[in-house]
Each structure stands twice: as structure tokens, then as C-alpha cells.
């Protein structure tokens, strides 16, 4: 069965330092999409990022940047020079083959918060 | 319309009640999603519509859950008798053509509170 675990669930830091969000996941699939989203204090899940397992080349997107490891099953974010409006509870979700219909499993979310 | 657009946003309702929530997916997209979101939690999968048909409804908790699509466009998450434990962010979401891979893009929710 599919698995997303977050295991951080509260991070909190000084505007201006770089975070790292890690993201362990779990499917016995080899084909599959694994997706970032944000859900800032008014609710809407924000999508930031799909990326296929046959595609491990990291990505970077202004302050925003991915790495993806499937020796580790991980695919950790990370923001550089981070801001109050990055404050927001960040999710890591997969969906595999198994699932289809882009069904996500979502893990537990992380809750970001960047003190000016 | 340009986003995923639910309706009401907030619902507080008495436990035994019945309630519709309601989604309108961005235009064009023939998947339909529903999730729920507890608190401190991720959002878990409900139900899934391609078209009017509800293509995986494992998700659903029980019986008291129903939803429908009636026209490939508008959705109605239906829940009877409503209990405590029905509270939480009802998220309604589309994509494409539910195609793997297809990226998901949600609602703003409607929250749920069963007094």
C-alpha cells in the first residue's frame, strides 16, 4: 500500500533562513508521481510540484527547490531565504499506479512557520 | 470558472441533520474529487467521478455518505445524520481527465462543524 510519511510536523524560523521539508514515501510501484502542495491559512490546497519516478533530475524554481532520491524514497523541498508568506503547512503526496485515477495519499502535513 | 469553487465555505449543523455540500470544478475538467481533512491531518480520498459516474467511492466512511454528479460539471457531497465526528474540511478538487499523473487542483474547502 502507499505510504507518505512527513515526519516533521512543526518547523519554525527567522525570515531570511533556508528550510528543508522532508518526505519519505512508500509503494511497491515503480511508476509513480509524487507532488508538493501548500495550504496556506485559508484552506486551498496550493499544488507547487508533480514530478514522475523515472524523472530524478532536482528542480529549482526561484526560491524553491526539490530533491529527489528514489535510492532513499525521498523527496525532500527545501526554501531558501525563507518569508512570512511562506508561513503555511505544507503537504507531500503520492499517487502510484495502484492507485490510478491520480488518486494522492497524503502525508500529515508540516506546519511551516517564518517569524519575521 | 478559474478555480475549484465550493460552497457554503462554513456549515455548522446539529448532529442527526442532514447536509449537501457542493462543488464546481474548473471548467473543462471531466475528473471530480472529494476529500475530508481533519484537523492536523492530510486530506484522505472520499470519492472519484470521471463524468457523471462515480468511477471509486472506496474512500466513502459509510452508508451516510453519498455523492453525485449529475451532469459531469457540478457535484453534491450528500451526508445523513450527521454526527460529531462528521467535522472536518470537506475538500472538493479536478483534473483533467483523471488520467495517472494528472496534477489535482483543490478548493478552498467547505468546513464542516456537527454540534
Known amino acids: 500500500a502507499q505510504k507518505v510519511t512527513q515526519a516533521q510536523t512543526e518547523i519554525s524560523v527567522v525570515e531570511k533562513e533556508d528550510v528543508t521539508l522532508d518526505c519519505v514515501y512508500e509503494?511497491?510501484?515503480?511508476?509513480?508521481?509524487l507532488f508538493w502542495y501548500k495550504q496556506p491559512p485559508s484552506g486551498e490546497l496550493v499544488f507547487l510540484i508533480r514530478?514522475?519516478?523515472?524523472?530524478?533530475q532536482n528542480e529549482i524554481s526561484g526560491r524553491y527547490s526539490w530533491n529527489f532520491q528514489k535510492s532513499t524514497s525521498s523527496f525532500n523541498f527545501t526554501i531558501t531565504a525563507s518569508q512570512v508568506v511562506d508561513s503555511a503547512v505544507y503537504f507531500c503526496?503520492?499517487?502510484?499506479?495502484?492507485?490510478?485515477?491520480?488518486?494522492?495519499?497524503f502525508g500529515k502535513g508540516i506546519t511551516l512557520s517564518v517569524r519575521p | 470558472g478559474a478555480g475549484v469553487s465550493q460552497t457554503p465555505s462554513n456549515k455548522v449543523t446539529e448532529k442527526g441533520k442532514y447536509v449537501e455540500l457542493r462543488c464546481d470544478p474548473i471548467s473543462g475538467h471531466t475528473a471530480l474529487y472529494w476529500y475530508r481533512q481533519s484537523l492536523g491531518q492530510g486530506p484522505e480520498f472520499l470519492i472519484y467521478?470521471?463524468?457523471?459516474?462515480?468511477?471509486?467511492d472506496s474512500g466513502l466512511p459509510n452508508d451516510r455518505f453519498f455523492a453525485v454528479r449529475p451532469e459531469g460539471s457540478v457535484s453534491t457531497l450528500k451526508i445523513q445524520r450527521t454526527e460529531r465526528g462528521d467535522s472536518a474540511v470537506y475538500l472538493c478538487?479536478?483534473?483533467?481527465?483523471?488520467?495517472?499523473?494528472?496534477?489535482?487542483?483543490f478548493g478552498e474547502g467547505s468546513w464542516l462543524t456537527v454540534v
Open positions: 467521478f470521471q463524468g457523471t459516474g462515480a468511477a471509486d
Open positions: 478538487a479536478s483534473s483533467l481527465n483523471g488520467g495517472f499523473g494528472n496534477t489535482i487542483y
Open positions: 509503494t511497491r510501484d515503480t511508476t509513480y508521481y
Open positions: 514530478r514522475n519516478s523515472f524523472d530524478e
Open positions: 503526496a503520492l499517487s502510484d499506479i495502484t492507485g490510478a485515477n491520480s488518486k494522492l495519499t
